[in-house]
T-cell receptor
Framework: TQLLEQSPQFLSIQEGENLTVYCNSS?????LQWYRQEPGEGPVLLVT?????EVKKLKRLTFQFGDARKDSSLHITAAQPGDTGLYLC????????????FGKGTSLLVTP | KAGVTQTPRYLIKTRGQQVTLSCSPI?????VSWYQQTPGQGLQFLFE???????NKGNFPGRFSGRQFSNSRSEMNVSTLELGDSALYLC?????????????FGQGTRLTVV
């Protein structure tokens, strides 16, 4: 059973467009992380959110944690080809020893 | 600080064989977790080791095992390999605190079972 559902699964856009990726669950998480992964490499941590309603910005990327700490979104403004990759959300819960539960990811392709 | 190092990067094994993968965590990180990544299932948690003890385990068969050494380095072993074990195996290290701490991943070991 997948605890975290990500949508969309695939996204192909042109350079300069905006996009939003969603990460939803029926479970409450202590924290939620977003990673970006390139083919054949390990995931690279982008951000961690821990407080319900929290918003964090990383250059053109905006991350939001839902008020109930069950969902999160990642918004990219003016996407660039360098943003291409697999975006993964991962939640941690205290009752499972903070092991990361991953969504299946959103594969983003940004074309020039 | 050096990142998480996994060796080897690539492995090809035959069905029925066993394999050992290695992970060296970031200096000062005492927790090491292992994950399996496949196109169909995504990233799935295998187990976590801290202070040479397994303290958390995912839902994988007993063919998957691991251990941690006193220097926090960890190894993962898969016995009696099956074709379905072909995957990217990822190791993540983190500091240990009272609650959640961030995990940092290595580049992974790509295992192909033929």
């Amino acid at each position: 059973t997948q605890l975290l559902e990500q949508s969309p699964q695939f996204l192909s856009i042109q350079e300069g467009e905006n996009l939003t990726v969603y990460c939803n669950s029926s479970s409450v998480f202590s924290s939620l992380q977003w990673y970006r992964q390139e083919p054949g490499e390990g995931p690279v941590l982008l951000v961690t959110v821990v407080t319900g309603g929290e918003v964090k910005k990383l250059k053109r990327l905006t991350f939001q944690f839902g008020d109930a700490r069950k969902d999160s979104s990642l918004h990219i403004t003016a996407a660039q080809p360098g943003d291409t990759g697999l975006y993964l959300c991962a939640g941690a819960r205290s009752n499972s020893g903070y092991a990361l539960n991953f969504g299946k990811g959103t594969s983003l392709l940004v074309t020039p | 600080k050096a990142g998480v190092t996994q060796t080897p990067r690539y492995l090809i094994k035959t069905r029925g064989q066993q394999v050992t993968l290695s992970c060296s965590p970031i200096s000062g990180h005492r927790s090491v977790s292992w994950y399996q990544q496949t196109p169909g299932q995504g990233l799935q948690f295998l187990f976590e080791y801290f202070s040479e003890t397994q303290r958390n385990k995912g839902n994988f068969p007993g063919r998957f095992s691991g251990r941690q050494f006193s220097n926090s380095r960890s190894e993962m072993n898969v016995s009696t390999l099956e074709l379905g074990d072909s995957a990217l195996y990822l190791c993540a290290s983190k500091e240990v605190g009272q609650g959640f701490t961030e995990a940092f991943f290595g580049q992974g070991t790509r295992l192909t079972v033929v």
